[in-house]
């Protein structure tokens, strides 16, 4: 689930974000995989042909977000055309700031530290979800919504095994475990969580530990939850905590004791010119996002990462399920 780069090469990153986005002919965007008709999102005049290109990171979660946004728009008349699974926050930013994509979830953490360049995130949900909406639209005319009550931010996990070898609870408790015994402490990360200041790095820095004895293997994101699980490669992994996963696998949140990991509400994020064009569209979509709980989200995730369902279809069913859309 990648969420920003550091910040010391976030200029190089954005421009080769959009080369990327250029090069892979992102402007065009595919057909709506599902068909869906109105339910409570009923036909909006203004939206009616309207085009509106969606975008997502990547990652299960952000995908799911951005096939929800598809079939709102689409139950509302739009001609909607599909962008989620681009990779990487920084080539999904650029890709929405060039006008290459309409509509995504953006989370309030990401918009604060990775595109605005602030060291310290807010400990209030409200308060930094205000913060980055005023900035970001001073600096770049961008527009976040009303924010969904879901948060996935970071976390450390372990297994149970782990949990009662260890004697950890807390962040601060593994800090202690990696300065008396690192090799106790073995961590899996993926690249970007090893780098960010709202990663590994700042965590070392909240929690007094040094980070250069701790003992960290780089893995890709799907595979840490499983390794941590087992306990032999990875004692304790990085995960993000609306993962479906960590139920399925039983693992164990530690408590950020410190209160060191930002807030991570998704909102839908346009630029100012498209809100103002068609202000139906964040109506249509509030009643959505205040849907979008840590409990609603850990279950759509599972469905995708735990049982192997598309996520289009996790997205629609959902959908369905709450009355907002039929299916065709």
């Given at each position: 689930m990648?969420?920003?780069?550091?910040?010391?090469w976030k200029?190089t990153?954005?421009?080769l974000?959009?080369?990327?986005?250029?090069?892979c002919?992102?402007?065009?965007?595919g057909?709506l995989?599902?068909?869906?008709?109105?339910?409570?999102i009923q036909?909006?005049?203004?939206l009616?042909g309207?085009?509106i290109?969606?975008?997502s990171k990547?990652?299960?979660?952000?995908?799911?977000?951005?096939?929800?946004?598809?079939?709102?728009?689409s139950?509302?008349g739009a001609e909607?055309r599909?962008l989620?699974?681009?990779?990487?926050?920084?080539?999904?930013?650029?890709?929405?700031?060039?006008?290459?994509?309409?509509?995504a979830?953006?989370?309030?953490g990401?918009?604060?530290?990775?595109?605005?360049g602030?060291?310290?995130?807010?400990?209030?949900?409200?308060?930094q979800f205000?913060a980055v909406?005023?900035?970001?639209?001073?600096a770049?005319?961008?527009?976040?919504t009303?924010?969904?009550?879901m948060?996935?931010?970071?976390?450390?996990?372990?297994?149970?095994?782990t949990?009662e070898e260890t004697?950890v609870?807390?962040v601060?408790?593994?800090?202690?475990l990696v300065?008396?015994?690192?090799?106790a402490?073995?961590?899996?990360?993926?690249t970007?969580?090893?780098v960010?200041?709202?990663g590994?790095?700042?965590?070392?820095?909240k929690?007094?530990?040094?980070?250069?004895?701790a003992q960290?293997?780089i893995l890709q994101?799907?595979?840490?939850?499983?390794?941590?699980?087992?306990?032999?490669?990875?004692?304790?992994?990085?995960?993000?905590?609306?993962?479906?996963?960590?139920i399925?696998l039983?693992l164990e949140l530690l408590?950020?004791d410190l209160?060191?990991?930002?807030k991570y509400?998704p909102?839908?994020?346009?630029?100012?010119s498209f809100a103002e064009?068609?202000?139906?569209?964040?109506?249509?979509?509030a009643?959505?996002?205040?849907?979008l709980?840590?409990?609603?989200m850990?279950?759509l995730?599972?469905?995708?990462?735990?049982?192997?369902?598309?996520?289009?279809?996790v997205?629609?069913?959902?959908m369905v399920?709450?009355?907002?859309?039929t299916?065709?």
């Amino acid at each position: 689930m990648n969420r920003r780069r550091t910040r010391g090469w976030k200029i190089t990153a954005a421009a080769l974000g959009f080369a990327l986005v250029a090069s892979c002919g992102l402007e065009s965007g595919g057909a709506l995989p599902l068909a869906v008709g109105p339910g409570s999102i009923q036909p909006v005049p203004e939206l009616e042909g309207v085009k509106i290109t969606v975008g997502s990171k990547d990652f299960t979660e952000q995908i799911i977000l951005g096939y929800i946004i598809e079939f709102a728009m689409s139950a509302a008349g739009a001609e909607v055309r599909d962008l989620t699974n681009i990779q990487g926050s920084n080539s999904t930013r650029d890709a929405q700031l060039n006008g290459q994509i309409d509509l995504a979830y953006e989370y309030t953490g990401t918009g604060w530290i990775n595109y605005l360049g602030n060291e310290t995130p807010l400990p209030n949900s409200q308060a930094q979800f205000e913060a980055v909406r005023d900035a970001d639209l001073a600096a770049n005319d961008m527009v976040w919504t009303d924010p969904a009550p879901m948060n996935n931010t970071y976390a450390l996990a372990m297994s149970k095994e782990t949990a009662e070898e260890t004697g950890v609870k807390t962040v601060s408790d593994y800090a202690k475990l990696v300065e008396s015994d690192p090799g106790a402490a073995v961590t899996c990360v993926e690249t970007e969580f090893n780098v960010r200041q709202d990663g590994y790095p700042g965590l070392a820095e909240k929690y007094g530990f040094d980070a250069s004895r701790a003992q960290r293997q780089i893995l890709q994101t799907g595979i840490i939850y499983q390794a941590t699980a087992d306990g032999d490669q990875c004692k304790f992994g990085e995960v993000f905590t609306t993962d479906g996963r960590i139920i399925a696998l039983d693992l164990e949140l530690l408590e950020d004791d410190l209160s060191f990991f930002p807030k991570y509400n998704p909102a839908l994020v346009m630029r100012a010119s498209f809100a103002e064009d068609h202000p139906q569209v964040a109506e249509v979509m509030a009643p959505i996002s205040a849907r979008l709980t840590d409990e609603v989200m850990t279950e759509l995730n599972r469905q995708v990462d735990v049982e192997g369902k598309e996520p289009a279809e996790v997205a629609r069913d959902w959908m369905v399920s709450e009355g907002f859309v039929t299916a065709d």
